[in-house]
Nanobody, 124 residues
Framework: VQLQASGGGLVQAGDSLRLSCEVS????????MAWFRQAPGKEREFVAV????????EHADSVKGRFTISRNSTKNTVSLQMNSLKPEDTAVYYC??????????????????WGQGTLVTVSS
């Protein structure tokens, strides 16, 4: 599976932004599709995940109530709606796929396919 992320940009604190990840190749209901982010000098961290079947989602505590992950199986896209953005949300955001037939994981080590990343910068 190939992933192509887009939608990043420069916004002000409190603004909204929607990231999109275009998914090409075979997809199966058990795949987990996730968003991670990495700020300069920091480790890659989990943001949100959705099962391709759409029946399960999970969001990091730091973004709960502000970010929402969704998927469109017709368009083969995974989106991340980000509201009430904060300067600490500034990072490169990556979409990723876990194609193993296993439990939901929030560790980037379990994801075997990655998009190229899109930069989100939130100014105060």
């Amino acid at each position: 599976v190939q992933l192509q992320a887009s939608g990043g940009g420069l916004v002000q604190a409190g603004d909204s932004l929607r990231l999109s990840c275009e998914v090409s190749g075979d997809t199966f209901s058990w795949y987990y599709m996730a968003w991670f982010r990495q700020a300069p000098g920091k480790e890659r961290e989990f943001v949100a995940v959705i099962r391709w079947s759409g029946d399960r989602t999970e969001h990091a505590d730091s973004v709960k109530g502000r970010f929402t992950i969704s998927r469109n199986s017709t368009k083969n896209t995974v989106s991340l709606q980000m509201n009430s953005l904060k300067p600490e949300d500034t990072a490169v955001y990556y979409c990723a796929a876990d194609r193993t037939f296993g439990p939901l994981s929030t560790s980037y080590r379990n994801y075997d396919s990655w998009g190229q990343g899109t930069l989100v910068t939130v100014s105060s």
